[in-house]
């Protein structure tokens, strides 16, 4: 149980374009989930909150009309990295949580590249 | 604000050999302490926690002590086996607002070999 997926594994973009990240908890209804960032050899760090029906909470220097982050069911959220440049390529990882639970289940991640 | 500071990797053992990986942390209050694991191309697992001083974790022969007095959380193994290979990361967790997040170390890279 708690498996949590991500959709495409890996992108590559032309400057420029937008890319949708998808992420599902599979068997489980996520009240909360969380978008981190790693770049290679480094922490994951945090991005933003998300929970179900509400806005995103973002972390300090995360631009907020950059990454836009859609939490529209218990099962999926979606981060969209608009008019991506080169520097936006990293690792980007979701996680989710159940409701009255302290434990985050993480997705496999998504590598981003953009040409 | 709170942080993680972790043993720097990579870290290569021969199968069967003891592992230790260092995590001290900063924290406000009285956080809950993490190790997860990153196999390759896989997601984050948690290998184990602790929510309170003294407490113990363990989990697939791996043990960790939260430690308050030297504000650890070191990892250890008595025995490594070449299925241990991958990526860890300390973490704890504390509160933000309305949500506990989670603080990351930088992550220890550990290759067993044969």
């Known amino acids: 149980g708690a498996v949590v997926s991500q959709h495409p594994s890996r992108v590559i973009c032309k400057s420029g374009t937008s890319v949708k990240i998808e992420c599902r908890s599979l068997?489980?209804?996520?009240?909360?989930m969380f978008w981190y960032r790693q770049f290679p050899k480094q922490s994951l760090m945090l991005m933003a909150t998300s929970n179900e029906g509400s806005k995103a909470t973002y972390e300090q220097g995360v631009e907020k009309d950059k990454f836009l982050i859609n939490h529209a069911s218990l099962t999926l959220s979606t981060l969209t990295v608009t008019s991506a440049h080169p520097e936006d390529s990293s690792f980007y990882i979701c996680?989710?949580?159940?409701?009255?639970?302290?434990?985050?289940?993480f997705g496999p991640g998504t590598r981003l590249t953009v040409l | 604000g709170d942080s993680v500071t972790q043993m720097e990797g990579p870290v290569t053992l021969s199968e069967e050999a003891f592992l230790t990986i260092n995590c001290t942390y900063t924290a406000t209050g009285y956080p809950s302490l993490f190790w997860y694991v990153q196999y390759p191309g896989e997601g984050l697992q948690l290998l184990l926690k602790a929510t309170k001083a003294d407490d113990k974790g363990s989990n697939k022969g791996f043990e960790a002590t939260y430690r308050k007095e030297t504000t650890s959380f070191h990892l250890e193994k008595g025995s490594v086996q070449v299925s241990d290979s991958a990526v860890y990361f300390c973490a704890l967790n504390h509160q933000s607002g309305s949500a506990r997040q989670l603080t990351f170390g930088s992550g220890t890279q550990l290759t067993v070999l044969p």
């Open positions: 068997d489980f209804q996520a009240t909360t």
């Open positions: 996680s989710a949580r159940l409701a009255g639970n302290n434990e985050q289940f």
